[in-house]
């Protein structure tokens, strides 16, 4: 006979040699101990439950989160471009010409303009051009249907600087200076190069 069954017996004995009160005493233990245990295994099991449903929560998040980032740059990327067909276009703009049929169409006697120093952003490669322009005698209403017809021409065509000031000869005109800029991408073989980085003292005494 194997010893497990030889446990089985024994205890099986035992348990007849008790009296009522004993066995009911035995299995009142027996009970309140399968309890115990089932009350301990329910809460590692909640607990279990509880760590899982956080790292599913955790990593839910964080997936949401990175496709939001994506989304994100995705329209960034869309928008760029965008702007950058836009500026592309900025490059057909000839700003004097602009202002020169601007100003026959509007009835506007334009003094004198000058093309001033365009300047260069090397980090976005937009060059703004920029024409300076002085009228010597205008309306307000004439002014204000001049520049908004000038922006509307492009989009890539704004008024920067603006100074108005009273004709004293005429009252009832102003005198207006104004420069109109024009934003273009430029190409890149246009696009400034970055400055080479200066030798060492070192270095230039090798050479």
Excluded: C, Y
Aim: charge should be positive.
């Amino acid at each position: 006979m194997s010893p497990k069954l030889n446990r089985i017996e024994n205890l099986t004995a035992a348990l007849g040699r008790l009296s009522p009160r004993e066995r009911v005493m035995v299995i009142g233990l027996v009970v309140a101990v399968l309890m115990f245990v089932g009350t301990l295994l329910a809460l590692w099991i909640s607990s279990s439950l509880s760590s899982l449903e956080r790292r599913i929560a955790d990593k839910t998040s964080k997936l949401e989160t990175m496709l939001g980032v994506r989304q994100t740059f995705e329209e960034a990327k869309t928008v760029q471009k965008r702007s950058q067909d836009v500026m592309r276009r900025g490059r057909e703009i000839q700003l004097m010409g602009m202002l020169e049929t601007l100003a026959k169409q509007q009835g506007v006697n334009i003094g004198d303009m000058k093309q001033a120093t365009p300047s260069v952003d090397t980090a976005t490669k937009v060059r703004e051009n920029k024409v300076e322009v002085n009228i010597k005698q205008i309306t307000i209403d004439r002014l204000v249907e001049f520049l908004e017809e000038l922006e509307r021409r492009a989009k890539t065509v704004a008024i920067r600087k603006l100074h108005v000031r009273q004709n004293f000869q005429q009252p009832d005109q102003l005198e207006v200076s104004f420069t109109v800029s024009n934003f273009e991408l430029l190409v890149e073989e246009e696009a400034p190069a970055p400055a080479a980085p200066s030798s060492s003292p070192a270095e230039a005494k090798a050479k």
